[in-house]
C-alpha cells in the first residue's frame, strides 16, 4: 500500500488509544526534527515514550518533551523508567502524521 506521507503502517503502544506512556528516557543528545511532526530536545532533557512505530520505520518514537509532541530516533534515548510491559500491536492512523 502507498503510504504517502505515513512512516510506518503499525506501533506498539501500552493500550488501545495510545495514551498510557510506555516509558521515560533521558536524550543522550540534541535533537531537531526535519518537519513539524518531530519533537526537539537538548541532551539531558526528559522525553516520554508513547508508541513505537514498527515495520517500514522502526528506527522512530513518538513521545513528548513538556508540551509538545512529535516523533524522534529511538537511538537518542537512553531508558531510564519503563512504565508498562503490555505492548499492544495496532494499526497506524494518518492522523499519527500530521502536525498539530
Same mark, same amino acid.
Given at each position: /500500500? +502507498? #503510504?504517502?506521507? =505515513?512512516?510506518? %503502517? =503499525?506501533? &506498539?503502544?501500552? +493500550? /488501545?488509544?495510545? *495514551? !498510557? #506512556? !510506555?516509558? =521515560? ?8 526534527? /526535519?518537519?513539524? &511532526? ?21 528506527? #522512530?518514537?513518538?513521545? *513528548?518533551?513538556? *508540551?509538545? $509532541?512529535?516523533?524522534? @530516533?529511538?537511538? #537518542?534515548? %537512553? ?6 510491559? %503490555? %505492548?499492544?500491536?495496532? @494499526?497506524? +492512523?494518518?492522523?499519527? $502524521?500530521?502536525? $498539530?
Amino acid at each position: /500500500p +502507498d #503510504l504517502g506521507r =505515513r512512516f510506518a %503502517e =503499525r506501533k &506498539r503502544c501500552a +493500550d /488501545p488509544e495510545c *495514551s !498510557m #506512556l !510506555m516509558c =521515560r528516557g533521558k536524550a543522550t543528545q540534541d535533537f531537531k526534527g /526535519p518537519d513539524c &511532526r518531530f519533537v526537539n530536545f537538548k541532551k539531558g532533557e526528559a522525553v516520554y515514550v508513547y508508541y513505537k512505530l514498527i515495520g517500514k520505520s522502526t528506527e #522512530l518514537w513518538a513521545g *513528548s518533551v513538556g *508540551s509538545d $509532541f512529535g516523533y524522534f @530516533p529511538k537511538d #537518542l534515548l %537512553e531508558i531510564n523508567h519503563n512504565y508498562s510491559n %503490555e %505492548e499492544l500491536e495496532l @494499526p497506524t +492512523d494518518e492522523t499519527d $502524521f500530521v502536525c $498539530f
